[in-house]
Protein backbone atom coordinates (compact mmCIF):
# COMPACT_ATOMS: atom_id res chain seq x y z
CA UNK A 1 0.00 0.00 0.00
CA UNK A 2 1.35 3.47 -0.93
CA UNK A 3 1.76 6.36 1.64
CA UNK A 4 -0.29 8.67 -0.25
CA UNK A 5 -2.92 6.10 -0.37
CA UNK A 6 -6.48 6.72 1.58
CA UNK A 7 -6.20 3.87 3.08
CA UNK A 8 -2.98 4.47 4.97
CA UNK A 9 -4.49 6.94 6.96
CA UNK A 10 -6.17 5.80 10.54
CA UNK A 11 -9.70 7.45 9.03
CA UNK A 12 -13.49 5.48 10.34
CA UNK A 13 -14.22 2.44 8.30
CA UNK A 14 -17.17 4.75 7.21
CA UNK A 15 -15.20 7.63 6.00
CA UNK A 16 -13.01 4.85 3.84
CA UNK A 17 -16.24 3.46 2.63
CA UNK A 18 -17.11 7.15 1.34
CA UNK A 19 -14.06 8.04 -0.14
CA UNK A 20 -13.81 4.58 -2.26
CA UNK A 21 -17.44 5.40 -3.50
CA UNK A 22 -16.75 8.35 -4.90
CA UNK A 23 -13.40 7.16 -6.29
CA UNK A 24 -10.96 8.58 -3.93
CA UNK A 25 -7.61 6.07 -4.12
CA UNK A 26 -5.06 8.76 -3.89
CA UNK A 27 -4.06 11.71 -1.58
CA UNK A 28 -3.20 14.21 -3.97
CA UNK A 29 -0.11 16.61 -2.38
CA UNK A 30 -1.68 19.38 -0.92
CA UNK A 31 -4.19 16.21 1.04
CA UNK A 32 -1.03 14.08 1.55
CA UNK A 33 0.79 17.08 3.47
CA UNK A 34 -1.89 17.78 5.60
CA UNK A 35 -4.29 15.24 6.49
CA UNK A 36 -2.05 13.70 8.67
CA UNK A 37 -1.77 16.96 10.70
CA UNK A 38 -5.06 17.79 10.47
CA UNK A 39 -6.05 14.26 12.06
CA UNK A 40 -3.44 15.02 14.88
CA UNK A 41 -5.48 18.06 16.04
CA UNK A 42 -2.45 20.51 14.74
CA UNK A 43 -3.47 24.24 13.16
CA UNK A 44 -2.43 24.35 9.52
CA UNK A 45 -2.16 27.15 7.13
CA UNK A 46 -1.86 25.42 3.71
CA UNK A 47 -1.14 27.68 0.93
CA UNK A 48 -2.97 25.43 -2.26
CA UNK A 49 -4.65 26.28 -5.73
CA UNK A 50 -7.95 25.56 -6.72
CA UNK A 51 -8.55 22.29 -8.15
CA UNK A 52 -5.73 20.72 -5.94
CA UNK A 53 -8.08 18.83 -3.21
CA UNK A 54 -7.96 20.88 -0.41
CA UNK A 55 -11.79 21.11 -0.20
CA UNK A 56 -11.29 16.95 0.70
CA UNK A 57 -8.02 17.67 2.30
CA UNK A 58 -10.05 19.80 5.49
CA UNK A 59 -13.13 17.66 4.99
CA UNK A 60 -11.63 14.78 6.18
CA UNK A 61 -10.18 15.96 9.03
CA UNK A 62 -13.15 18.05 10.32
CA UNK A 63 -15.35 15.13 9.86
CA UNK A 64 -13.13 12.70 11.80
CA UNK A 65 -14.11 15.64 14.80
CA UNK A 66 -17.84 15.32 14.38
CA UNK A 67 -19.66 13.70 17.27
CA UNK A 68 -22.90 12.93 15.52
CA UNK A 69 -24.88 12.76 19.32
CA UNK A 70 -24.38 15.76 20.22
CA UNK A 71 -26.37 18.37 18.06
CA UNK A 72 -24.10 21.34 18.39
CA UNK A 73 -22.32 23.49 15.89
CA UNK A 74 -18.25 21.57 15.73
CA UNK A 75 -17.12 22.41 12.90
CA UNK A 76 -17.72 26.09 10.60
CA UNK A 77 -15.94 26.63 6.86
CA UNK A 78 -15.75 30.36 5.74
CA UNK A 79 -15.83 30.74 2.13
CA UNK A 80 -15.67 33.89 1.12
CA UNK A 81 -18.49 33.80 -1.81
CA UNK A 82 -22.23 31.63 -2.11
CA UNK A 83 -20.85 29.52 -4.93
CA UNK A 84 -17.62 28.58 -2.93
CA UNK A 85 -20.17 27.75 -0.21
CA UNK A 86 -22.45 25.58 -1.61
CA UNK A 87 -19.09 23.70 -3.68
CA UNK A 88 -17.91 23.17 -0.46
CA UNK A 89 -21.09 21.88 1.29
CA UNK A 90 -21.71 19.56 -1.79
CA UNK A 91 -18.06 18.47 -1.11
CA UNK A 92 -18.24 17.77 2.45
CA UNK A 93 -21.86 15.96 2.09
CA UNK A 94 -20.31 13.47 -0.23
CA UNK A 95 -17.84 12.86 1.88
CA UNK A 96 -20.15 12.39 4.78
CA UNK A 97 -22.17 10.19 3.00
CA UNK A 98 -21.58 7.16 4.48
CA UNK A 99 -21.43 8.46 8.05
CA UNK A 100 -24.78 8.42 10.18
CA UNK A 101 -26.48 11.54 11.32
CA UNK A 102 -24.16 13.79 10.13
CA UNK A 103 -26.04 17.04 9.74
CA UNK A 104 -24.69 20.23 7.35
CA UNK A 105 -26.37 23.25 7.06
CA UNK A 106 -25.28 26.67 4.63
CA UNK A 107 -25.82 29.81 5.91
CA UNK A 108 -24.96 32.39 2.62
CA UNK A 109 -26.53 35.88 1.74
CA UNK A 110 -28.95 36.02 -0.81
CA UNK A 111 -31.23 33.62 0.68
CA UNK A 112 -34.02 33.69 2.84
CA UNK A 113 -33.25 34.49 6.47
CA UNK A 114 -36.26 31.89 7.98
CA UNK A 115 -35.43 28.68 6.88
CA UNK A 116 -32.15 29.10 8.08
CA UNK A 117 -32.80 30.10 11.62
CA UNK A 118 -35.30 26.76 11.37
CA UNK A 119 -32.56 24.69 10.24
CA UNK A 120 -30.28 25.75 13.02
CA UNK A 121 -33.46 25.40 15.20
CA UNK A 122 -33.30 21.61 14.34
CA UNK A 123 -29.24 21.35 15.22
CA UNK A 124 -26.50 21.58 12.65
CA UNK A 125 -23.00 19.55 13.68
CA UNK A 126 -21.67 21.25 10.30
CA UNK A 127 -21.76 24.68 9.44
CA UNK A 128 -20.60 25.95 6.13
CA UNK A 129 -21.46 29.78 5.21
CA UNK A 130 -19.75 33.35 3.58
CA UNK A 131 -19.01 35.62 6.50
CA UNK A 132 -21.57 38.33 6.43
CA UNK A 133 -25.03 35.67 6.59
CA UNK A 134 -22.78 33.87 9.66
CA UNK A 135 -21.84 37.22 11.25
CA UNK A 136 -25.73 38.22 10.78
CA UNK A 137 -26.75 34.76 12.50
CA UNK A 138 -24.08 35.22 15.56
CA UNK A 139 -25.46 38.90 15.90
CA UNK A 140 -29.04 37.72 16.34
CA UNK A 141 -27.81 34.55 17.99
CA UNK A 142 -29.50 32.13 15.93
CA UNK A 143 -25.74 30.70 15.63
CA UNK A 144 -24.07 29.70 18.89
CA UNK A 145 -20.49 28.51 18.09
CA UNK A 146 -19.81 27.15 22.43
CA UNK A 147 -18.85 23.83 21.28
CA UNK A 148 -16.87 24.53 17.91
CA UNK A 149 -13.98 22.07 17.45
CA UNK A 150 -12.33 23.16 14.11
CA UNK A 151 -12.74 26.53 12.12
CA UNK A 152 -12.00 26.42 8.35
CA UNK A 153 -11.15 29.96 6.35
CA UNK A 154 -11.32 28.53 3.01
CA UNK A 155 -9.47 30.64 0.11
CA UNK A 156 -8.47 33.23 3.16
CA UNK A 157 -6.80 35.50 0.51
CA UNK A 158 -9.93 36.27 -1.01
CA UNK A 159 -12.06 36.99 2.17
CA UNK A 160 -9.56 39.93 3.04
CA UNK A 161 -9.75 41.05 -0.50
CA UNK A 162 -13.08 41.04 -0.50
CA UNK A 163 -12.91 43.44 3.05
CA UNK A 164 -14.59 40.43 4.69
CA UNK A 165 -11.67 41.32 7.72
CA UNK A 166 -13.65 42.79 10.39
CA UNK A 167 -16.61 40.35 9.94
CA UNK A 168 -13.51 37.38 10.08
CA UNK A 169 -12.17 39.05 13.34
CA UNK A 170 -15.58 39.47 14.95
CA UNK A 171 -17.02 35.69 14.16
CA UNK A 172 -13.00 34.36 15.65
CA UNK A 173 -14.16 36.22 18.57
CA UNK A 174 -16.93 33.89 18.83
CA UNK A 175 -15.28 30.96 18.90
CA UNK A 176 -13.67 28.91 21.58
CA UNK A 177 -9.54 29.25 21.93
CA UNK A 178 -9.16 25.79 22.19
CA UNK A 179 -10.33 24.77 18.53
CA UNK A 180 -8.24 24.10 15.96
CA UNK A 181 -7.79 26.30 13.16
CA UNK A 182 -7.53 25.86 9.29
CA UNK A 183 -6.48 28.51 6.73
CA UNK A 184 -6.20 27.71 3.87
CA UNK A 185 -4.57 30.16 0.81
CA UNK A 186 -4.30 30.71 -2.65
CA UNK A 187 -1.54 33.29 -2.22
CA UNK A 188 0.41 34.02 1.09
CA UNK A 189 0.83 37.92 1.43
CA UNK A 190 1.45 39.77 4.37
CA UNK A 191 -1.95 40.21 5.91
CA UNK A 192 -2.15 36.28 5.53
CA UNK A 193 0.87 36.14 7.73
CA UNK A 194 -0.42 38.23 10.35
CA UNK A 195 -4.23 36.58 10.38
CA UNK A 196 -2.20 33.36 10.82
CA UNK A 197 -0.44 34.42 13.73
CA UNK A 198 -3.45 36.25 15.87
CA UNK A 199 -5.95 33.68 15.36
CA UNK A 200 -3.56 30.06 15.20
CA UNK A 201 -0.97 28.64 17.66
CA UNK A 202 1.80 27.07 15.94
CA UNK A 203 0.70 26.59 12.95
CA UNK A 204 2.17 24.15 10.40
CA UNK A 205 2.60 25.17 6.71
CA UNK A 206 1.82 23.15 3.86
CA UNK A 207 2.63 24.45 0.66
CA UNK A 208 2.15 23.07 -2.45
CA UNK A 209 4.37 24.85 -5.53
CA UNK A 210 2.60 23.11 -8.08
CA UNK A 211 2.08 26.19 -10.16
CA UNK A 212 5.44 27.22 -10.24
CA UNK A 213 6.78 23.76 -11.72
CA UNK A 214 3.43 23.47 -14.23
CA UNK A 215 3.81 26.67 -15.79
CA UNK A 216 7.55 26.36 -16.58
CA UNK A 217 6.87 23.19 -18.38
CA UNK A 218 3.50 24.15 -19.95
CA UNK A 219 3.01 27.88 -20.35
CA UNK A 220 5.05 30.27 -22.56
CA UNK A 221 5.74 33.87 -20.84
CA UNK A 222 6.17 36.81 -22.97
CA UNK A 223 6.73 40.23 -21.65
CA UNK A 224 5.92 43.51 -23.30
CA UNK A 225 7.14 46.88 -22.66
CA UNK A 226 5.51 49.42 -24.42
CA UNK A 227 4.70 53.37 -23.24
CA UNK A 228 1.62 53.67 -21.34
CA UNK A 229 -0.54 55.40 -24.43
CA UNK A 230 0.56 51.65 -26.44
CA UNK A 231 -1.64 49.32 -23.78
CA UNK A 232 -4.89 48.77 -25.62
CA UNK A 233 -3.03 48.73 -29.18
CA UNK A 234 -0.62 46.51 -27.86
CA UNK A 235 -3.90 43.91 -25.96
CA UNK A 236 -5.38 44.01 -30.01
CA UNK A 237 -2.23 43.50 -31.32
CA UNK A 238 -1.75 40.19 -28.82
CA UNK A 239 -5.26 39.09 -30.00
CA UNK A 240 -4.88 39.78 -33.58
CA UNK A 241 -1.24 38.16 -33.60
CA UNK A 242 -2.32 34.16 -31.47
CA UNK A 243 -5.57 34.85 -32.11
CA UNK A 244 -6.69 32.62 -28.98
CA UNK A 245 -10.17 30.51 -29.15
CA UNK A 246 -10.23 31.96 -25.68
CA UNK A 247 -8.45 34.23 -23.11
CA UNK A 248 -8.70 35.94 -19.58
CA UNK A 249 -7.67 39.41 -19.49
CA UNK A 250 -6.56 40.68 -15.80
CA UNK A 251 -6.70 43.98 -14.65
CA UNK A 252 -5.78 46.06 -11.03
CA UNK A 253 -9.32 47.64 -11.07
CA UNK A 254 -13.02 47.54 -11.60
CA UNK A 255 -12.96 50.83 -13.97
CA UNK A 256 -9.96 49.25 -16.26
CA UNK A 257 -12.40 46.19 -16.51
CA UNK A 258 -14.98 48.05 -18.03
CA UNK A 259 -12.84 50.42 -20.23
CA UNK A 260 -10.96 47.38 -21.37
CA UNK A 261 -14.08 45.15 -22.06
CA UNK A 262 -15.27 48.06 -24.35
CA UNK A 263 -12.24 48.55 -25.93
CA UNK A 264 -12.26 44.74 -27.04
CA UNK A 265 -15.80 44.66 -28.39
CA UNK A 266 -15.26 47.88 -29.95
CA UNK A 267 -12.63 45.88 -32.28
CA UNK A 268 -15.54 42.68 -32.36
CA UNK A 269 -13.94 40.69 -29.82
CA UNK A 270 -16.93 39.46 -27.60
CA UNK A 271 -15.63 40.08 -24.10
CA UNK A 272 -17.43 40.25 -20.67
CA UNK A 273 -16.29 42.41 -17.63
CA UNK A 274 -16.49 40.98 -13.79
CA UNK A 275 -15.59 42.53 -11.02
CA UNK A 276 -17.54 43.14 -7.35
CA UNK A 277 -19.67 45.82 -8.47
CA UNK A 278 -21.55 43.17 -10.02
CA UNK A 279 -24.71 41.97 -8.24
CA UNK A 280 -24.99 38.09 -7.71
CA UNK A 281 -27.06 37.33 -11.06
CA UNK A 282 -24.82 39.35 -13.08
CA UNK A 283 -21.83 37.36 -11.70
CA UNK A 284 -24.05 34.04 -12.47
CA UNK A 285 -24.06 34.99 -16.31
CA UNK A 286 -20.60 35.89 -16.98
CA UNK A 287 -19.09 33.17 -15.54
CA UNK A 288 -21.98 31.22 -17.34
CA UNK A 289 -21.08 32.71 -20.55
CA UNK A 290 -18.03 32.51 -20.64
CA UNK A 291 -17.86 28.71 -19.07
CA UNK A 292 -20.31 27.48 -21.75
CA UNK A 293 -18.62 29.25 -24.88
CA UNK A 294 -21.14 32.06 -25.28
CA UNK A 295 -17.97 34.53 -24.55
CA UNK A 296 -14.98 34.29 -25.15
CA UNK A 297 -12.91 37.17 -23.22
CA UNK A 298 -13.29 37.46 -20.03
CA UNK A 299 -11.90 40.66 -18.27
CA UNK A 300 -11.37 40.70 -14.70
CA UNK A 301 -10.23 41.37 -11.23
CA UNK A 302 -8.15 38.73 -9.05
CA UNK A 303 -11.03 38.87 -6.54
CA UNK A 304 -13.71 38.38 -9.30
CA UNK A 305 -11.92 35.20 -11.30
CA UNK A 306 -11.20 33.62 -7.87
CA UNK A 307 -12.11 29.98 -8.49
CA UNK A 308 -12.59 30.57 -11.93
CA UNK A 309 -11.33 27.13 -13.47
CA UNK A 310 -11.79 26.48 -17.55
CA UNK A 311 -9.87 22.82 -18.41
CA UNK A 312 -8.65 24.71 -21.84
CA UNK A 313 -7.64 28.17 -21.63
CA UNK A 314 -5.47 29.55 -24.61
CA UNK A 315 -4.30 32.53 -23.12
CA UNK A 316 -3.97 34.50 -19.84
CA UNK A 317 -2.97 38.43 -20.55
CA UNK A 318 -2.07 40.85 -17.29
CA UNK A 319 -3.04 44.39 -18.88
CA UNK A 320 -1.67 45.73 -15.94
CA UNK A 321 1.22 43.61 -13.75
CA UNK A 322 0.10 42.92 -10.17
CA UNK A 323 2.21 43.80 -7.89
CA UNK A 324 2.69 40.79 -5.59
CA UNK A 325 4.66 37.94 -7.97
CA UNK A 326 2.81 35.03 -6.64
CA UNK A 327 -0.12 36.86 -7.82
CA UNK A 328 1.29 36.76 -11.08
CA UNK A 329 2.05 33.10 -10.61
CA UNK A 330 -1.78 32.40 -9.71
CA UNK A 331 -3.37 34.50 -12.59
CA UNK A 332 -1.34 32.37 -14.97
CA UNK A 333 -1.61 29.21 -13.67
CA UNK A 334 -5.36 29.44 -15.12
CA UNK A 335 -3.99 28.32 -18.61
CA UNK A 336 -1.96 25.29 -19.72
CA UNK A 337 -4.05 22.87 -17.85
CA UNK A 338 -5.35 19.32 -18.94
CA UNK A 339 -1.84 18.39 -20.55
CA UNK A 340 -2.32 21.99 -22.93
CA UNK A 341 0.16 24.26 -23.80
CA UNK A 342 -0.87 27.62 -22.64
CA UNK A 343 0.21 31.35 -22.79
CA UNK A 344 0.89 34.23 -20.62
CA UNK A 345 1.43 37.54 -22.17
CA UNK A 346 2.03 41.01 -19.74
CA UNK A 347 1.80 44.13 -20.92
CA UNK A 348 4.62 46.23 -19.15
CA UNK A 349 5.02 50.10 -19.01
CA UNK A 350 7.75 51.78 -17.67
CA UNK A 351 6.89 52.43 -14.33
CA UNK A 352 6.01 48.94 -13.45
CA UNK A 353 9.51 47.15 -14.85
CA UNK A 354 10.67 46.56 -11.74
CA UNK A 355 7.91 44.20 -11.17
CA UNK A 356 9.40 42.08 -13.60
CA UNK A 357 12.54 41.52 -11.18
CA UNK A 358 10.42 40.24 -8.49
CA UNK A 359 8.96 37.76 -11.01
CA UNK A 360 12.56 36.65 -12.49
CA UNK A 361 13.46 36.47 -8.18
CA UNK A 362 10.36 34.57 -7.54
CA UNK A 363 10.33 32.21 -10.33
CA UNK A 364 13.93 32.10 -10.11
CA UNK A 365 14.24 32.11 -14.05
CA UNK A 366 14.69 35.46 -16.53
CA UNK A 367 11.40 36.61 -17.85
CA UNK A 368 11.71 37.33 -21.61
CA UNK A 369 10.64 40.41 -23.18
CA UNK A 370 9.64 41.73 -26.57
CA UNK A 371 8.26 44.69 -28.20
CA UNK A 372 4.97 46.03 -29.45
CA UNK A 373 6.34 45.67 -33.47
CA UNK A 374 7.60 41.72 -33.08
CA UNK A 375 3.59 41.27 -33.13
CA UNK A 376 2.47 40.16 -36.90
CA UNK A 377 -1.02 41.39 -37.07
CA UNK A 378 -4.24 39.99 -38.94
CA UNK A 379 -6.77 43.21 -39.23
CA UNK A 380 -9.28 41.50 -40.36
CA UNK A 381 -9.40 39.57 -36.98
CA UNK A 382 -12.24 39.23 -34.88
CA UNK A 383 -13.50 36.93 -31.81
CA UNK A 384 -17.07 35.99 -32.01
CA UNK A 385 -18.37 33.48 -29.36
CA UNK A 386 -19.84 30.09 -30.92
CA UNK A 387 -22.57 29.38 -28.86
CA UNK A 388 -24.90 31.70 -27.17
CA UNK A 389 -26.57 31.61 -24.15
CA UNK A 390 -30.08 31.75 -23.26
CA UNK A 391 -31.63 32.08 -19.79
CA UNK A 392 -34.95 30.57 -18.63
CA UNK A 393 -36.73 32.16 -15.46
CA UNK A 394 -37.30 28.85 -13.67
CA UNK A 395 -34.28 26.42 -11.66
CA UNK A 396 -34.02 24.06 -8.69
CA UNK A 397 -36.81 25.70 -6.74
CA UNK A 398 -39.30 24.98 -9.63
CA UNK A 399 -37.91 21.43 -9.63
CA UNK A 400 -36.48 22.01 -13.32
CA UNK A 401 -33.26 18.91 -14.52
CA UNK A 402 -30.74 19.70 -17.19
CA UNK A 403 -32.79 16.61 -18.77
CA UNK A 404 -35.87 18.73 -18.87
CA UNK A 405 -34.46 21.52 -20.76
CA UNK A 406 -32.60 18.97 -22.92
CA UNK A 407 -35.74 17.21 -23.67
CA UNK A 408 -37.84 19.96 -24.61
CA UNK A 409 -35.44 21.35 -26.86
CA UNK A 410 -34.12 17.66 -28.58
CA UNK A 411 -37.86 17.05 -28.93
CA UNK A 412 -40.75 19.46 -30.05
CA UNK A 413 -38.20 21.95 -30.35
CA UNK A 414 -36.63 19.64 -33.04
CA UNK A 415 -32.92 20.77 -32.56
CA UNK A 416 -30.52 18.16 -32.80
CA UNK A 417 -28.07 17.22 -29.54
CA UNK A 418 -24.98 18.78 -31.14
CA UNK A 419 -26.57 22.28 -31.16
CA UNK A 420 -26.77 22.41 -27.75
CA UNK A 421 -24.04 23.30 -24.78
CA UNK A 422 -24.05 23.17 -21.51
CA UNK A 423 -26.69 23.47 -19.14
CA UNK A 424 -26.74 25.16 -15.65
CA UNK A 425 -29.41 25.27 -13.00
CA UNK A 426 -29.23 27.71 -10.58
CA UNK A 427 -31.88 28.43 -7.46
CA UNK A 428 -34.15 30.41 -9.81
CA UNK A 429 -33.35 30.52 -13.20
CA UNK A 430 -30.92 28.39 -15.74
CA UNK A 431 -28.94 28.68 -18.52
CA UNK A 432 -28.79 26.43 -21.45
CA UNK A 433 -26.32 27.36 -24.16
CA UNK A 434 -26.94 26.87 -27.83
CA UNK A 435 -25.08 27.15 -31.37
CA UNK A 436 -25.76 30.32 -33.33
CA UNK A 437 -27.18 28.70 -35.88
CA UNK A 438 -30.08 27.50 -33.80
CA UNK A 439 -30.88 30.15 -31.61
CA UNK A 440 -34.10 31.30 -33.46
CA UNK A 441 -35.11 27.67 -33.90
CA UNK A 442 -34.69 27.62 -30.21
CA UNK A 443 -36.11 30.73 -29.11
CA UNK A 444 -39.44 30.11 -31.63
CA UNK A 445 -39.98 27.15 -29.77
CA UNK A 446 -39.55 28.40 -25.87
CA UNK A 447 -41.55 31.26 -26.95
CA UNK A 448 -44.83 29.01 -27.52
CA UNK A 449 -44.09 25.46 -26.43
CA UNK A 450 -43.65 23.78 -22.81
CA UNK A 451 -40.75 22.79 -20.49
CA UNK A 452 -42.26 20.14 -18.19
CA UNK A 453 -45.59 21.06 -19.11
CA UNK A 454 -45.33 25.24 -18.66
CA UNK A 455 -44.36 27.88 -20.04
CA UNK A 456 -41.44 29.17 -19.15
CA UNK A 457 -39.43 32.56 -20.18
CA UNK A 458 -36.49 32.81 -21.68
CA UNK A 459 -34.33 35.24 -23.42
CA UNK A 460 -30.89 35.95 -24.89
CA UNK A 461 -28.22 37.10 -22.73
CA UNK A 462 -26.34 39.93 -24.73
Not at 26 to 33: G, L, S
Not at 48 to 64: D, E, H, V, Y
Not at 66 to 73: A, H, Q, T, Y
Request: glycine share 8%; charged share 25%; proline share 5%.
Amino acid sequence: MSTTDFAALPLSPAQLEALAALGYEHMTPVQAQSIPLLLQGKDVIARARTGSGKTAAFGIGLLQTINPRFFGVQALVLCPTRELAEQVSGELRRLASRMANIKLVTLCGGKPFGPQVGSLEHGAHIVVGTPGRIQDHLGRDTLKLDGLKVLVLDEADRMLDMGFADSMEAIVAKTPRSRQTLLFSATYPENIRKMSASIQRQPSMVTVDEEVAHKEEVIEQLFYEVQKHERHTTLLALFEHYTPANAVVFCNTKKQCDEVASVLRDYDIEARAIHGDLDQRERDQVLVQFANNSCPVLVATDVAARGLDIKSLAMVINYELPRDPEVYVHRIGRTGRAGETGLAMSIVIPSETHRISKIEEFQSQPCACDTLPSLDRNPNYELMAPMVTIQLDAGRKQKLRPGDILGALTGDAGLEGSQIGKIAIFDQWSFVAIERAALRQAMNYLANGKIKGRSIRARKIR
